[in-house]
Nanobody, 122 residues
Framework: QVQLVESGGDLVQAGGSLRLSCAAS????????MGWFRQAPGKEREFVAAIRWNGGSISVADSVKDRFTISRDNAKNTVYLQMNRLKPEDTAVYYCAADRVFSTRATTYSFWGQGTQVTVSS
């Protein structure tokens, strides 16, 4: 069992930056692969980035590849999403997720956080 808590969402102007954090708790939390997803109003949840439990593999959506970076600090049981040069279309609720399987598909992930709101104004 893994519990996930996201933080760092905020209102920011276009071109700005934010760093989201996802704190994982649970005895085996550091052994889980982690993903970031986002969901805008009226749209389906979409993949943003994923990182293997040991950081050995990373996948980032093409739409954000040159602007977003995923990382993790297993000593702190925390995964980060650094978001630079934000655009209004990045506005969404951002969720982190955990699973034993490394995947870009939301349906793969067993554990989810409550989400954090990111709003980018033009």
């Amino acid at each position: 069992q893994v519990q996930l808590v996201e933080s760092g969402g905020d209102l920011v102007q276009a071109g700005g930056s934010l760093r989201l954090s996802c704190a994982a708790s649970g005895r085996t939390a550091i052994t889980y692969n982690m993903g970031w997803f986002r969901q805008a109003p009226g749209k389906e949840r979409e993949f943003v980035a994923a990182i293997r439990w040991n950081g050995g593999s990373i996948s980032v959506a093409d739409s954000v590849k040159d602007r977003f970076t995923i990382s993790r600090d297993n000593a702190k049981n925390t995964v980060y999403l650094q978001m630079n040069r934000l655009k209004p279309e990045d506005t969404a609720v951002y969720y982190c997720a955990a699973d034993r399987v490394f995947s870009t598909r939301a349906t793969t992930y067993s554990f989810w956080g409550q989400g954090t709101q990111v709003t980018v104004s033009s």
